[in-house]
């Protein structure tokens, strides 16, 4: 049975930082690339970052660019995502996806079929 499960979210100050980790099982994750993908309220999904099946490539939304950074630990079958110098726009409901293949982030609208496997998302909300 596939499984991604987002952790590490909460609520942090605006300037603030914090960890995002997926936990992964039921598939070969050092095959996969990963992502980090957010929805916000009222606001369709957004591509934030992605990483390729080794760890050796990342991408970033402009948004985010400089800000977050992308990991992965393929012994652990983990990936995180450490966010640093947040926004009041940062908050959303993290989701890490998984593809074999590159995906289109820019697919306008982004959709989870998109993606082969999905997780059920961890909240971040950056509030004084």
């Known amino acids: 049975q596939v499984q991604l499960v987002e952790s590490g979210g909460g609520l942090v100050q605006p300037g603030g930082s914090l960890r995002l980790s997926c936990a992964a099982s039921g598939f070969t994750f050092s095959s996969y690339w990963m992502y980090w993908v957010r929805q916000a309220p009222g606001k369709g999904l957004e591509w934030v970052s992605a990483i390729n099946s080794y760890g050796m490539s990342t991408y970033y939304a402009d948004s985010v660019k400089g800000r977050f950074t992308i990991s992965r630990d393929n012994a652990k079958n983990t990936l995180y995502l450490q966010m640093n110098i947040v926004e009041p726009e940062d908050t959303a409901l993290y989701y890490c996806?998984?593809?074999?293949?590159?995906?289109?982030?820019?697919?306008?609208?982004?959709?989870?079929?998109?993606?082969?496997?999905w997780g059920q998302g961890t909240q971040v909300t950056v509030s004084s």
């Open positions: 996806a998984a593809s074999p293949l590159p995906v289109q982030v820019t697919t306008k609208p982004m959709t989870k079929s998109l993606f082969d496997y």
